[in-house]
């Protein structure tokens, strides 16, 4: 008589719970490494739209556009930030004007470790993007120089919770001749300072664009 082969009841309860404990194991890491990927995928489409626009605005408006707005503003002047916001808002398709109600339920973004930050909304203009996506555009030095940081971009992600830099808040801005992320090697928010887990300073998280943009992962925040 041929013998049969089977698993008993406790056999199959075992396989089971082992599978239960490493599908416990992974999930989560399988979850959160989709999520980054995610917002790496929303933070170079949002620099793509921004940097598109930008190019247009230097074709239609001139090159000089931007700078004589600021010839005729101040540092954080609302109207200067309006006009500025306008010409990209002119410049993208599916954006529009962030209305007054929802710019005033946006609350500052935290460090990239949860630390508070000197941001406010006073003196910014917001446009949402077509997927959600909010920019905060903000007149930094209407006397700058070649490198420095004219306008900034502030791009919320999620802008109907708390946001944090480097997480679901970046940074973005303009000079003389171009639009970039925040972060870069030359910039006083270098992401080698400025992108670091665990470290508890209020401008944590301003570079990490930078090192999105450039990387194209999140590893920082491993």
Same mark, same amino acid.
């Given at each position: 008589?041929?013998?049969?082969?089977?698993?008993?009841?406790a056999e199959v309860l075992i396989v089971l719970a082992v599978i239960g404990i &490493?599908?416990?194991? @992974? &999930?989560?890491?399988?979850?959160?490494?989709?999520? #980054?990927?995610?917002?790496?995928?929303?933070?170079?489409?949002?620099?793509?739209?921004?940097?598109?626009?930008? #190019?247009?605005?230097?074709?239609?408006?001139?090159?000089?556009?931007?700078?004589?707005?600021?010839?005729?503003?101040?540092?954080?002047?609302?109207?200067?930030?309006?006009?500025?916001?306008?010409?990209?808002?002119?410049?993208?398709?599916?954006? #529009?004007?962030?209305? $007054?109600?929802?710019? $005033? *339920?946006?609350?500052?973004?935290?460090?990239?470790?949860?630390?508070?930050?000197?941001?406010?909304?006073?003196?910014? @203009?917001? &446009?949402? *993007?077509?997927?959600? @996506?909010?920019?905060?555009?903000?007149?930094? $030095?209407?006397?700058?120089?070649?490198?420095?940081?004219?306008?900034?971009? +502030?791009?919320?992600? #999620?802008?109907?919770?708390? +946001?944090?830099?480097?997480?679901?808040?970046?940074?973005?801005?303009?000079?003389?001749?171009?639009?970039l992320p925040l972060g870069g090697e030359e910039e006083i928010h270098h992401y080698a300072q400025s992108c670091v887990k665990g470290v508890?300073?209020?401008?944590?998280?301003?570079?990490?664009?930078?090192?999105? &943009?450039?990387?194209?992962?999140?590893?920082?925040?491993?």
């Amino acid at each position: 008589m041929q013998k049969k082969w089977g698993f008993t009841l406790a056999e199959v309860l075992i396989v089971l719970a082992v599978i239960g404990i &490493i599908a416990a194991l @992974t &999930i989560p890491t399988l979850m959160a490494s989709w999520r #980054e990927q995610a917002t790496v995928t929303r933070v170079k489409k949002a620099y793509s739209t921004l940097s598109q626009a930008y #190019e247009l605005i230097m074709v239609k408006s001139g090159e000089d556009a931007i700078m004589n707005i600021l010839k005729n503003s101040s540092n954080a002047d609302p109207v200067g930030s309006k006009q500025v916001a306008d010409l990209f808002l002119a410049n993208m398709r599916g954006a #529009e004007t962030l209305p $007054a109600a929802a710019a $005033a *339920l946006l609350t500052g973004p935290l460090s990239l470790d949860g630390d508070p930050t000197h941001f406010y909304y006073d003196g910014r @203009t917001g &446009i949402s *993007l077509a997927d959600g @996506t909010v920019v905060l555009f903000y007149i930094n $030095a209407a006397n700058c120089t070649p490198k420095q940081a004219c306008v900034s971009m +502030q791009v919320f992600l #999620e802008p109907q919770k708390q +946001q944090h830099y480097g997480i679901d808040a970046f940074v973005f801005y303009i000079n003389h001749t171009s639009l970039l992320p925040l972060g870069g090697e030359e910039e006083i928010h270098h992401y080698a300072q400025s992108c670091v887990k665990g470290v508890h300073t209020e401008h944590n998280g301003y570079g990490c664009a930078y090192w999105i &943009i450039t990387q194209g992962n999140m590893d920082y925040l491993h």
